[in-house]
Every structure is written in C-alpha cells, then in structure tokens.
C-alpha cells in the first residue's frame, strides 16, 4: 500500500518549513502574494504567467523604438 504524503503550504504547522517561512518573514519578504499564488489552480498560475510573459515581450519590443 502506497503511502500518502503530506504536501505542506505556507502558513502550516509543519515545523521545519513553518521555520522556514517565519525566517522569510522576520527578513523583510512579503509571502502573501506566494500565499495567495499557491491558492490557485496550476491552470490559473500557468495563465497568469503567460500573460506577465506577453507583458515583458511587448515592453522590451516597445523599448527599441
């Protein structure tokens, strides 16, 4: 029988990565938009960031000018 593992997100008591994210937090990161990424589905994220990367492309296209 396949054992299940536990996948952790930020802001769970999980010890080590609890640690890890407090630490990030204590230095200055912001993790609520890491928080809120990981909320949606890997559909969404994908499309989200295709769009950031069709945004870049036409920056830089529109810098040559």
């Known amino acids: 029988m396949a054992e299940e593992t ?3 997100r930020p802001g769970t008591n999980d010890g080590r990565q ?6 990030a937090i204590e230095y200055g990161i912001d993790v609520s938009m ?3 990424n990981l909320a949606r ?3 969404e ?3 989200r960031h295709q769009a950031a990367l069709n945004t870049e492309q036409k920056l830089r296209k529109a810098r040559r000018l």
Do not use: F, G
Request: net charge negative; aromatic share 0%; proline share 0%.
């Open 6 to 8: 536990k996948q952790s």
């Open 18 to 23: 609890t640690d890890e994210i407090q630490a």
């Open 34 to 36: 890491l928080v809120d």
């Open 41 to 43: 589905s890997c559909t």
């Open 45 to 47: 994220r994908i499309i």
